[in-house]
């Protein structure tokens, strides 16, 4: 069983790669720990 599905990790990397805000930010956005 996982924790965060396939599908929500790209989304986190994709938003990463394309936007100008650091990790922490994104990984709050998207509710992650």
Same mark, same amino acid.
């Given at each position: 069983? *996982?924790? %965060? !599905?396939?599908?929500? #990790?790209?989304?986190?990397?994709?938003? %990463?790669? *394309?936007? !100008?805000? =650091?990790? +922490?930010?994104?990984? +709050?956005? %998207? =509710?992650? #720990?």
């Amino acid at each position: 069983m *996982t924790k %965060y !599905s396939k599908e929500l #990790k790209m989304k986190v990397v994709q938003d %990463y790669l *394309t936007s !100008s805000i =650091g990790y +922490r930010l994104i990984a +709050r956005k %998207y =509710g992650i #720990k």
